[in-house]
């Protein structure tokens, strides 16, 4: 009888136990993102930069640095994360000195930092001076494969050449829509995962007790390439753990939220080969000992 009563009480402080935890790492995993508070629905607030709301924290929307440069260089067209499409014509005033020979160069790059175009703006008026000169650029392109965000980079020429003299503002654009000329889209190869969170119990059963097992874990999902620093795609694994993503041939690092210290998951790097879906599983440990 007594060994009854102890069983049912460990089985109360586990299912205490397990309903404290998954209260407290619930909001650890939501949105790490605007565009991610956004989609979910939380309230935005007209500020600028715009700003989004949800589960008690605050994102702001990415506007480059457009506020720090603002004394210096100011673009009308395109504005941040505005849809371009090419030919693009960029127009805005920067200061005399932001020039030189009545020019300085413009780039434009892809998600991963590419440049896929490039030309110079021209000054319309005298820029032998330190007040605004408006200036227009036209900048000619072909979309990007894969991804439709990109960066508008507005150079100060540098005639001397020394890195303390470069300055530069950059703007987030998307693309009207993704170049699906080569013919490799949608992809026939990706991956197929699943995260897996536990611990769950404080001890090990012996015997095993199924209630211990791990346990799916909802939480954000993001892609990169293996010799790459910035995120491929992004995406969310469901209240059954799965997560889907169609990816060209590759070797990949995939990443799913962590918490500030628990749970913590393993970053796992995999290879996808041509026309294949690989299965990928990864472990979050709850810290639960």
């Known amino acids: 009888m007594r060994n009854s009563i102890i069983g049912i009480l460990v089985l109360i402080f586990v299912a205490i136990a397990m309903a404290v935890y998954f209260t407290e790492n619930k909001k650890i995993v939501t949105v790490s993102s605007f565009e991610e508070c956004a989609s979910l629905g939380g ?26 440069k603002a004394n210096l260089i100011v673009v009308d067209s395109p504005r941040p994360n505005q849809t371009i499409s090419s030919p ?15 020019s300085f160069p413009v780039v434009l790059t892809n998600w991963d930092g590419l440049i896929i175009a490039s030309g110079i703006a021209t000054a319309e008026g ?22 439709n965000n990109g960066f508008l980079i507005l150079k100060k020429d540098n005639p001397s050449g020394l890195p303390e003299n470069d300055e530069a503002l950059e703007i987030p654009v998307l693309f009207e829509k993704i170049n699906n000329s ?12 699943k995260v897996l969170l536990g611990p769950t119990c404080p001890v090990i059963q012996n015997p095993a007790d199924s209630k211990c097992d791990d346990k799916p874990y909802q939480t954000n999902i993001s892609v990169r390439h293996v010799d790459a620093s910035s995120v491929f795609v992004v995406g969310r694994s469901d209240e059954n753990g799965i997560f889907n993503f169609s990816l060209p ?25 041509p026309d294949k879906y690989t299965d990928v599983i990864i472990s979050c440990d709850t810290g639960i000992r």
């Open 43 to 68: 309230p935005i607030m007209e500020s600028y930069p715009r700003q989004c709301r949800y589960d008690g924290q605050t994102f702001s929307e990415n506007i480059g640095n457009e506020l720090d």
């Open 126 to 147: 005298d820029w032998m001076t330190t007040e605004f000169v408006p200036f227009t650029a036209e900048l000619r392109f072909e979309n990007p494969d894969y991804k």
């Open 88 to 102: 693009l014509v960029i127009k805005g005033k920067a200061r005399g000195n932001w020039f030189f020979e009545a």
């Open 182 to 193: 080569a013919g490799i889209l949608p992809f026939k190869s990706g991956v197929n995962g």
């Open 249 to 273: 041939p590759g070797s990949y690092v995939i990443s799913a939220s962590s918490g500030e210290k628990f749970p913590n998951c393993v970053d796992t790097e995999t290879t996808i080969s």
